[in-house]
């Protein structure tokens, strides 16, 4: 077993809980329609993180109430394909 397989097995999440993302984009109002429309049918938190010193991308902090693991992941990949978005952490 490798030191990412032990990470896989010791981390637990329990649902429901708020699951936190990361979203970078270069235009910000774009950004926030595009995400709102995405996740509009749920409970979610989205606020305005921090600018790039040249002004070229915005960040955004999401908080999402997820139910559990599917749901989870049916929110990242909803967000994952707005084209908006240049990365999701």
């Known amino acids: 077993m490798n030191n990412l397989d032990k990470y896989k097995n010791e981390l ?3 649902y429901p809980c708020v699951w936190n993302y990361k979203l970078i984009g270069k235009e910000a109002d774009a950004l926030r329609d ?3 429309e995405v996740v509009n049918k749920e409970n979610f938190l989205l ?3 921090n ?3 040249k002004g070229n991308f ?3 902090n999401l908080a999402v109430k997820v139910e ?3 749901h989870r992941l049916d929110v ?3 967000l ?6 240049a990365i999701i952490l």
């Not at 994952?80 to 978005?85: A, D, V």
């Open 47 to 49: 606020s305005l993180s």
């Open 68 to 70: 559990d693991e599917a």
């Open 58 to 60: 915005t960040s955004f």
């Open 76 to 78: 990242y990949q909803r």
């Open 12 to 14: 637990k999440i329990e």
């Open 34 to 36: 595009a995400v709102e």
């Open 80 to 85: 994952k394909n707005l084209t908006e978005i």
């Open 51 to 53: 600018k790039s010193t």
